[in-house]
T-cell receptor, first 112, second 113 residues
Framework: DTAVSQTPKYLVTQMGNDKSIKCEQN?????MYWYKQDSKKFLKIMFS???????INETVPNRFSPKSPDKAHLNLHINSLELGDSAVYFC???????????FGSGTRLTVV | GESVGLHLPTLSVQEGDNSIINCAYS??????FIWYKQESGKGPQFIID?????DKRQGQRVTVLLNKTVKHLSLQIAATQPGDSAVYFC????????????FGKGTHLIIQP
């Protein structure tokens, strides 16, 4: 069983479209995150959710909106996609003390 | 805020030698540190972690050393194997709880036969 699973693995879309990336964890963690990895492999946190509440929201455009229907899911919705949004997006989860921090396998988003 | 840096973007070692990857952090209040391995096309994979109340922790073929005085962290891999070839990241948590991790820029470990 995959601990943190995200779909799709690859996403190619045109500028201006709206898209969603889904994430699910079966580890019983109470905190979930979205990270962005740029072309230089630099990983930066975008959002975290703890018990369905947004804990931090880094300086990402408001075109990005995380949605958590329950503790095991944290989806990422992106409106009006831009070329600069092309990157690999990773979902992760952990316990609230950061133990067990686990990443998904990533979604490679390409905006054309 | 926290900033995390790695000393070398690329490290090339002979198979069977020991590898040492270094990391520096800026926030003296940082209390939790993790090393990740990322292979091409995959997500970061947990290797080993250490909390600020320790200065050394060992796993299978890996050791993490923490020097809080100089805010330095290192990952030692013993008897490096071809399967160790990957990008290695250190990640630091300063805020506690669900604040997420600040990542360094990564060191690409290349294994020479």
């Amino acid at each position: 069983d995959t601990a943190v699973s995200q779909t799709p693995k690859y996403l190619v879309t045109q500028m201006g479209n709206d898209k969603s990336i889904k994430c699910e964890q079966n580890l019983g963690h109470d905190t979930m995150y979205w990270y962005k990895q740029d072309s230089k492999k630099f990983l930066k946190i975008m959002f975290s959710y703890n018990n369905k509440e947004l804990i931090i929201n880094e300086t990402v455009p408001n075109r990005f909106s995380p949605k958590s229907p329950d503790k095991a899911h944290l989806n990422l919705h992106i409106n009006s996609l831009e070329l600069g949004d092309s990157a690999v997006y990773f979902c992760a989860s952990s316990h609230s003390d950061n133990s067990g921090y686990t990443f998904g396998s990533g979604t490679r988003l390409t905006v054309v | 805020g926290e900033s995390v840096g790695l000393h070398l973007p690329t490290l090339s070692v002979q198979e069977g030698d020991n590898s040492i990857i270094n990391c520096a952090y800026s926030n003296s209040a940082s209390d939790y540190f993790i090393w990740y391995k990322q292979e091409s096309g995959k997500g970061p994979q947990f290797i080993i972690d250490i909390r600020s109340n320790m200065d050394k922790r060992q796993g299978q073929r890996v050791t993490v050393l923490l020097n809080k005085t100089v805010k330095h962290l290192s990952l030692q891999i013993a008897a490096t194997q071809p399967g160790d070839s990957a990008v290695y990241f250190c990640a630091v948590n300063s805020g506690g709880g669900a604040d997420g991790l600040t990542f360094g820029k990564g060191t690409h470990l290349i294994i020479q036969p």
